[in-house]
């Protein structure tokens, strides 16, 4: 009997969708600032600013990056405090080890690199050096979700649902400048390891608006509303607000509760609001629908034996394209008009 | 301070600290039946170094600021480190019947959380040398003296995160750091230089600017001579020793096997071994 022969490696590309002809007007990249709608504040470098304050009066405040903190804004923290900045060089292993040594000996070290690399290449070390000894360290992780056009190298559409299956880690998505300032300062405080998603850059200023104060482990109401209600985290929570405002000139009135810690859940703050009958529940992130908010809270509503009508804006479980931010947000269903509809239709099912 | 801090020993005596360590090694293998006691026996005579000559520490103090601090990446050494330990008073002797049980202290895979002295959680390899990276800085920040020492496998040479730590050491001037290599030539496979490890291993280090050592491990005055070269160097780089190792070392009839990563013994042969141990005593 002859073995099977091996399948010829010429059909590659015929795996995947056909490509359309290129759109010109629309350029890839990265802006933060590019996520909100246009004229709002902005904050520069949020997280970098509030860590270089804390470490004037923390002397165990330490900063580590891979080769990534002009693009972490650790780089503000570096200057401000260059004999406490440690550039590990690209090697997300050991920034993850060297954090936890750090952390042994007494230190509160700050590692960021990309969402990606954190989450995909140093999940080992996170976990076994970090999260079991549960040390302090506290993971700061640029281009979240769907931040970037550059398609999945550098897309973390999945880090959500990867660290929240972490023991012992806190999952934190801010929401913008404030939030991001805020939780900085609760997570330097946090006696355990935190894994939390970086806005860098000119960060949006949204939360100023409202009666809001950032805690680990809350989710905090930002308005009532009758008809939906909105569980949303990260910059979802800036669309979520402005597609309630859209919504209620069509006379829908919508909740927004914002979620910026993932775990551990704010499950009696979510079955309070869902449990209040007659609206339609609506989780929203920017993250895979598969392993993170989304589900999240399905199971939390389960598991609490509240029943309400349920749906998750977030991104598909794919490997995602790549191409400039306002045309991939409006493919996926992710912008502010795009859940207004969504939204709209699942009112009249 | 009232705590009592180790003094240095003589080459002489360590060899009783190393006989004794296999001892504590052999009588733990026993209560399993089987076990990593090729890597105890091979490893005993540069844990009593370590122990017994290099390292500072207290006792009854294990987490005294001023001890230095010894990693095993490689958590299925424990039953070795714990011999160690054990014979160093930091564990207690009459523990030796709990190795390996429910609700032991001293567990297969050596973890932090179980076991005064087990200053890391080993295991997943390729974490403890990144990990000592992160404590020399921390050290050498706070001004403390102390060194850190790392033991890891010449397995554990094959993960990149390995080579990833050996060069941020080196970039980061770590003198306070001193790896020690039990180079035994076995990994779970078959001989570790049939896989990764290939070349001259003090070469490799030394071309990532490390201080290299290259001594035969179970020879006490080339370990005690190679631990002070290592601790006295006067060169702002990280240090190396490594040990080239003979697994099961003291053993002949276990050194012969062919599998000897992880070693299965018929019952009367554990009787038989540490009857050929107790009767090569040193004096």
Redesign the interface.
Known sequence: MSEPPIPPNSRRLSKFKARKAPNQKQATSAMIASLDSEGRDTIAAPFGNTLAELAEHRADI?GLSADLSKYTDLHVFAQAHPDRF?Q??M?E??L????????????T?FATTYAVFAARRAY??IC??IA??ALPVKICCALPGLTTGYGPSHQATEDLAIMRAMPGLTVLDPCDAIDTQQATRAIADHPGPVYMRLLRGQVPNVLGDYDYAFEIGKAKLLQDGTDVLFISSGIMTMRTLDAAKALARDGVSCAVLHSPTIKPLDKATILKQAAKGGRLVVAAENHSVTGGLGEAVAACLMQGGVTATFRQIGLPDEFLDAGALPTLHAQYGITVDAIAASVKTWLKE | MTQATNTRLSNTSLARRAWAIRRHALLMAQVQGQGYIGQALGAADLLATSYFHAMTYRADDPEWEGRDRFYLSIGHYAIALYAALIEAGILPEDEIETYGMDESRMPMSGMAAYTPGMEITGGSLGHGLGIAVGAAMGLKRKANPAFVYNLLSDGELGEGSTWEAVMSAAQHGLDNLIAIVDFNDQQADGKTTQALARGSQSAQWQAFGWFAQEIDGNDLDALVSAFDVARNHRAPCPRVIICNTTMCKGIPFLEEREITHFVRVEADEWTKALAIHDANKPE
């Open positions: 330490v440690y590990m060089g090697a292993q050991v993850m080890s060297a954090a936890a040594g750090l952390a042994r000996e007494g230190f070290p080992d070390f076994m050096a079991e000894e």
